[in-house]
């Protein structure tokens, strides 16, 4: 087994994943890093916009709200959330971020555990792709 050592990435190395909505970037990850028991992120929001509503079945996922004006639904009711704020989301709980403010929002996730393949991550329940452009690397 390979020892898992220190490492630093970039905001501006990862590309953005537009997919969902936002700007979402997954910095370390199996993929980027080598981790084996989760990945986290950031995600950039421009006032207006979201990240569209979908669920992890085998990952918890920890929020932290950097700045911005927030809203998110859980399982269709809406919360506030505001910069210093953490978030806890627990496994199947559907989710959908929006930046209900006039500047660009930003927040930090992880995701803990791994699905057993990347693909099982996210289950998407709403369509995002009128809305936004095509994008660079899944989450």
Do not use: K
């Amino acid at each position: 087994m390979t020892e898992l050592r220190s490492c630093i990435v970039d905001l501006d190395q990862i590309p953005p994943n537009r997919r969902r909505g936002g700007d979402l970037r997954a910095m370390l990850t199996p993929a980027t890093v080598g981790t084996t028991s989760g990945f986290m992120g950031v995600a950039l929001v421009d006032p207006g916009d979201r990240i569209g509503e979908h669920y992890h079945p085998y990952s918890e996922e920890f929020v932290y709200v950097v700045n911005g004006q927030w809203e998110v639904d859980l399982d269709g009711e809406p919360h506030p959330l505001r910069p210093e704020q953490a978030l806890l989301i627990p496994i199947n709980v559907r989710h959908r971020f929006r930046n209900v403010g006039d500047t660009p929002a930003r927040l930090v996730f992880h995701l803990g555990p791994l699905a057993p393949r990347p693909e099982l991550g996210h289950v998407d329940t709403e369509d995002t792709t009128a809305s936004v452009e095509p994008s660079g690397v899944g989450s």
